[in-house]
Protein backbone atom coordinates (compact mmCIF):
# COMPACT_ATOMS: atom_id res chain seq x y z
CA UNK A 1 0.00 0.00 0.00
CA UNK A 2 3.20 2.10 0.15
CA UNK A 3 4.10 2.23 -3.31
CA UNK A 4 0.69 3.48 -4.07
CA UNK A 5 0.98 5.88 -1.64
CA UNK A 6 3.81 7.55 -3.59
CA UNK A 7 2.70 6.72 -6.73
CA UNK A 8 -0.95 9.14 -5.32
CA UNK A 9 1.76 11.59 -3.85
CA UNK A 10 4.15 11.85 -7.46
CA UNK A 11 0.67 12.47 -9.24
CA UNK A 12 -0.21 15.18 -6.56
CA UNK A 13 3.35 16.60 -7.32
CA UNK A 14 2.66 16.56 -10.78
CA UNK A 15 -0.59 18.66 -10.42
CA UNK A 16 1.10 20.85 -8.23
CA UNK A 17 4.12 21.34 -10.71
CA UNK A 18 1.14 22.58 -13.35
CA UNK A 19 -0.75 24.70 -10.74
CA UNK A 20 2.43 26.29 -9.99
CA UNK A 21 3.01 27.15 -13.88
CA UNK A 22 -0.54 29.11 -14.62
CA UNK A 23 -0.60 30.88 -11.24
CA UNK A 24 -1.08 34.67 -12.70
CA UNK A 25 -0.15 36.56 -9.60
CA UNK A 26 -0.42 40.01 -11.02
CA UNK A 27 -4.13 39.50 -11.99
CA UNK A 28 -4.90 38.94 -8.30
CA UNK A 29 -4.97 42.99 -7.60
CA UNK A 30 -7.97 42.59 -10.75
CA UNK A 31 -10.36 40.36 -8.97
CA UNK A 32 -13.36 41.70 -7.38
CA UNK A 33 -15.34 40.21 -4.03
CA UNK A 34 -18.39 40.08 -6.68
CA UNK A 35 -17.04 38.23 -9.28
CA UNK A 36 -14.05 35.91 -7.88
CA UNK A 37 -16.29 32.71 -8.18
CA UNK A 38 -17.17 33.66 -11.61
CA UNK A 39 -15.50 31.70 -15.13
CA UNK A 40 -15.33 35.33 -16.31
CA UNK A 41 -14.50 36.86 -13.36
CA UNK A 42 -11.57 35.85 -10.80
CA UNK A 43 -11.91 31.85 -11.31
CA UNK A 44 -9.48 31.43 -13.97
CA UNK A 45 -6.99 33.06 -11.71
CA UNK A 46 -7.97 31.83 -8.28
CA UNK A 47 -8.18 27.71 -9.58
CA UNK A 48 -4.27 27.83 -9.69
CA UNK A 49 -3.62 28.50 -6.13
CA UNK A 50 -6.65 26.69 -4.97
CA UNK A 51 -4.85 23.62 -6.62
CA UNK A 52 -1.68 24.46 -5.77
CA UNK A 53 -2.84 24.36 -2.05
CA UNK A 54 -4.68 21.28 -2.15
CA UNK A 55 -2.27 19.12 -4.29
CA UNK A 56 0.67 20.32 -1.99
CA UNK A 57 -1.44 19.29 1.33
CA UNK A 58 -2.13 15.91 -0.55
CA UNK A 59 1.62 15.35 -1.62
CA UNK A 60 2.58 15.90 2.06
CA UNK A 61 0.24 13.55 3.63
CA UNK A 62 0.48 10.69 1.01
CA UNK A 63 4.44 11.06 0.73
CA UNK A 64 4.73 11.63 4.63
CA UNK A 65 2.70 8.17 4.91
CA UNK A 66 4.27 6.16 1.89
CA UNK A 67 8.29 7.02 4.18
CA UNK A 68 6.67 5.67 7.32
CA UNK A 69 7.27 2.47 5.49
CA UNK A 70 9.65 2.95 2.28
CA UNK A 71 13.26 3.18 3.03
CA UNK A 72 13.34 7.36 2.65
CA UNK A 73 16.23 7.64 0.05
CA UNK A 74 14.23 4.79 -2.02
CA UNK A 75 11.00 6.97 -1.53
CA UNK A 76 12.49 10.22 -2.62
CA UNK A 77 14.04 8.65 -5.25
CA UNK A 78 11.05 6.91 -6.72
CA UNK A 79 8.93 9.86 -6.04
CA UNK A 80 11.34 12.35 -7.54
CA UNK A 81 11.52 10.05 -10.82
CA UNK A 82 7.91 9.37 -10.81
CA UNK A 83 6.71 12.22 -10.82
CA UNK A 84 9.52 13.63 -13.68
CA UNK A 85 8.44 11.08 -15.86
CA UNK A 86 4.29 11.97 -15.17
CA UNK A 87 5.00 15.47 -15.92
CA UNK A 88 6.41 14.41 -19.46
CA UNK A 89 3.87 12.17 -20.05
CA UNK A 90 1.48 15.48 -19.21
CA UNK A 91 2.73 17.61 -21.09
CA UNK A 92 3.43 15.60 -24.38
CA UNK A 93 -0.47 14.11 -24.02
CA UNK A 94 -1.60 17.44 -22.96
CA UNK A 95 0.12 20.28 -24.17
CA UNK A 96 1.33 18.46 -27.65
CA UNK A 97 5.15 19.44 -26.62
CA UNK A 98 7.27 16.89 -28.50
CA UNK A 99 9.11 14.20 -27.37
CA UNK A 100 12.65 12.84 -28.39
CA UNK A 101 14.34 9.56 -28.55
CA UNK A 102 16.74 10.26 -26.16
CA UNK A 103 14.30 11.23 -23.72
CA UNK A 104 12.44 8.58 -24.23
CA UNK A 105 15.58 5.90 -23.70
CA UNK A 106 16.64 8.13 -20.40
CA UNK A 107 12.91 7.70 -18.99
CA UNK A 108 13.12 4.20 -19.25
CA UNK A 109 16.50 4.65 -17.64
CA UNK A 110 14.89 6.06 -14.90
CA UNK A 111 12.09 3.22 -14.46
CA UNK A 112 14.60 0.26 -15.05
CA UNK A 113 16.29 2.39 -11.79
CA UNK A 114 12.91 2.74 -9.82
CA UNK A 115 12.26 -0.92 -10.28
CA UNK A 116 15.51 -2.35 -9.37
CA UNK A 117 15.32 -0.16 -5.91
CA UNK A 118 11.75 -1.69 -5.45
CA UNK A 119 13.35 -5.13 -6.46
CA UNK A 120 16.58 -4.97 -4.14
CA UNK A 121 15.77 -2.67 -1.79
CA UNK A 122 15.95 -3.95 1.90
CA UNK A 123 12.54 -4.02 3.97
CA UNK A 124 11.71 -1.74 6.84
CA UNK A 125 12.63 -2.94 10.38
Request: aromatic share 20%; hydrophobic share 60%; proline share 4%.
Amino acid sequence: MAWIYLIIAATCETAWNFCLKYMRFNDLKAIELNSFYKWQGGLPVLLPFVGYVLFGLANIYFFSTAIKHIPMAIAFAVWTATTLVFLKIAEVSFFHERISWPEVFFMLLIMTGILGLKIYALPVK
